[in-house]
């Protein structure tokens, strides 16, 4: 919109872009309800449900020795780095939405259009959907990858009809020049996946990570979490994407954001489908009691920015710096982020060289070969 009509603000598109999102994701999350209650509480749910952080954490801040913490305004999601030393984190579905909107609302609607596939043409809506999102997360569509593969061997005999074929098409066509646009001079911390042989021996650490973040949607979920073939593949990608991270957390982070979106859309489901809702029962209210304090910690820390972290010591892992560095303006330079944030993120952000399909272009036009992107 600004670009197409610079007279309208910046602010006012992103914002209008970002408002627009977290109406159709919330508008699909209350849909799930068939009662105005129902719809609020599944929207209450998607806020709440994530992992059992908060007590992951001080529990390893107790074996560590380490001074105690507050249970609210404190960013609870890094405690397995601190635990075990790992680039390894799930989002919640709150500091997804808040961190990384540009990312998580793209990939929870893909999603949404995966699962609830059974309107005519749906399935080249949702191809088309998925190819499309490598512009605003390329780490969600691998951790979505499993649950298109399935959807499409379902819907294999649509791929003959013409408009479910030119979807596809133009949906693939996207994410091959995303593919060729992003894999120029591929940041090393973004993953490994040679690496998954030799990290069997992390399992040990791993299962109280799984543990941790998994149980609430288990407890509701019970033999679903198994039976249901969406909740399956998104359990197994689950359980892989920490064998497979790089020197940042970023894959893990943000390719785990899809299968926990069908493990929260399948946990409200159950809530209301067993009715749930209507009584409160042992395993809901464990769930709820396990990852509540995270959820309202974090709501705490955003609206604090931080600043319960200022009071650890620098070398504490609560500490850090960019656990209570705020944005103060909007008008930050490329240079006053590094200078801010730390150099080392440049070779996250930038690559030396253009991407190929840019040189190609530019050589087919007469130009000159520009090589750098770096400030």
Known sequence: MHKLLPAIDLHVALGAWFFGGFVLVFRTICALGT?????????ILLLVLGGADAFAEHIVRALQGLPGAPWFGIHYEPWAAHAFELPIEFSSFLTALVWVPHQSIATFLVCTLILFNDRKNAFGTAALGY???SLWSPYGMIGLFPLMLLLTWEKRRELLELQTAIK??????VALCMI??????????GACFSCLPNRLYLIPDLLIFWAVE????VLILRRRIIQDVTCLISLAVLLVLPLLHGQTPDLVMRASMGPLFVLGIRTIQTIFQEGLAARVTLPLMLALVLCTPAAVSEAIYIRTGGRAHAAFDANDPLGQKWTHTAATKTTYSVQEFFELCGWEYLPQYFSKAQPRLLRDSEKNNGLSDRTTLLP
Do not use: D, K
Request: zero cysteines; proline letters at 3%; a neutral charge.
């Open 35 to 43: 009662t105005r209650s129902q719809a609020g509480i599944a929207a």
């Open 131 to 133: 190819g499309l999102l």
């Open 168 to 173: 596809v098409l133009a949906g693939a066509t």
């Open 180 to 189: 060729g646009y992003l894999s120029t001079e591929l940041p090393s911390g």
């Open 214 to 217: 998994l149980a609430a949607f």
